[in-house]
Nanobody, 122 residues
Framework: QVQLVESGGGLLQAGDSLRLSCATSGRTFSDYALGWFRQAPGKEREFVAAINWSGESRYYEDSVKGRFTISRDNAQNTLYLQMNNLKPEDTAVYYC???????????????WGQGTQVTVSS
């Protein structure tokens, strides 16, 4: 099994930047694709970004393209999400996940973290 723990969330203002981290353990980190999802109050879980096992391929939801960057450090078994120019609509609980494929489908990710809250005010 893969265990994942998110950190780095907080309360910010529009235009701020923030980096989320996801520490993993339990299995060989580089064997898994990784992703970030988010869920705002009253809304469905939403895909944010994904990265393949090597870090060579990255995928983003349209609303975060140009603002967010997903990356991974396989030597440290850590996943990151750099978020720039944050907007109030980015407010959500952010979850990291591990799976076999780097896709936008939550069904493709079998292991999940507990989530970290990101709140962006106007």
């Amino acid at each position: 099994q893969v265990q994942l723990v998110e950190s780095g969330g907080g309360l910010l203002q529009a235009g701020d930047s923030l980096r989320l981290s996801c520490a993993t353990s339990g299995r060989t980190f580089s064997d898994y694709a990784l992703g970030w999802f988010r869920q705002a109050p009253g809304k469905e879980r939403e895909f944010v970004a994904a990265i393949n096992w090597s870090g060579e391929s990255r995928y983003y939801e349209d609303s975060v393209k140009g603002r967010f960057t997903i990356s991974r450090d396989n030597a440290q078994n850590t996943l990151y999400l750099q978020m720039n120019n944050l907007k109030p609509e980015d407010t959500a609980v952010y979850y990291c996940a591990a799976g076999k494929l780097a896709t936008s489908r939550y069904q493709d990710f079998g292991s999940w973290g507990q989530g970290t809250q990101v709140t962006v005010s106007s």
